[in-house]
């Protein structure tokens, strides 16, 4: 080991060890809820995502890839499976011949919707309500924080679709 990095103490470790876990548990409750209800998995609105927070909803596949938050498998299968699945489809840029865009299908839009609702209610009531007013800068600010260390990472707009309020 090491002897110039800095140490990790028990309470350190449990509490990163904590923050994995309350991630798992959300997102796999997360993942649950958009596929019972909108059909979706967690790649898949990702997707949806991306598409629907850019001007015009349509990226090309290039532009998609890097935008995406969680991966699984290449994006062209992925994208490919939504295609069969009719959430998205490819159209060919007006700009540049040789860019093929992806946007999605007013299937996928709709389903993006209702995932959206069941991503905003998980993240309510299982973390949102367990954050008191006190804690939530101060966390906040800790996972700002974490964020930053990853220039790759960029800040994703958050506007969603469905009131945050309701």
Do not use: C
Not at 1 to 22: G, I, K
Not at 76 to 82: E, G, R, Y
Not at 133 to 144: I, R, S
Not at 153 to 162: E, K, S, T
Request: avoid cysteine.
């Amino acid at each position: 080991m090491n002897d110039s990095a800095p140490s990790l103490d028990a309470r350190q470790f449990s509490v990163w060890a904590d923050f994995v876990l309350a991630h798992t548990r959300v997102m796999r409750l997360i993942e649950h809820s958009i596929r019972k209800e909108a059909g979706l998995t967690w790649a898949q609105y990702d997707v949806l995502y991306n598409l629907n927070a850019e001007p015009g909803s349509a990226l090309s596949i290039g532009d998609l890839t890097r935008t995406l938050l969680y991966s699984s498998g290449s994006a062209s299968k992925l994208v490919a499976a939504m295609q069969r699945g009719g959430l998205i489809e490819r159209e060919q840029s007006t700009d540049d011949r040789r860019v093929i865009l992806v946007r999605p299908t007013i299937e996928g839009s709709r389903a993006f919707e209702r995932a959206t609702a069941e991503v905003l209610r998980v993240v309510r009531e299982e973390f949102a309500a367990h954050l008191s007013d006190d804690e939530l800068p101060v966390v906040a600010v800790f996972l700002q924080r974490l964020r930053e260390q990853d220039p790759k990472l960029r800040r994703p707009p958050y506007d969603m679709p469905v009131a945050l309020d309701s």
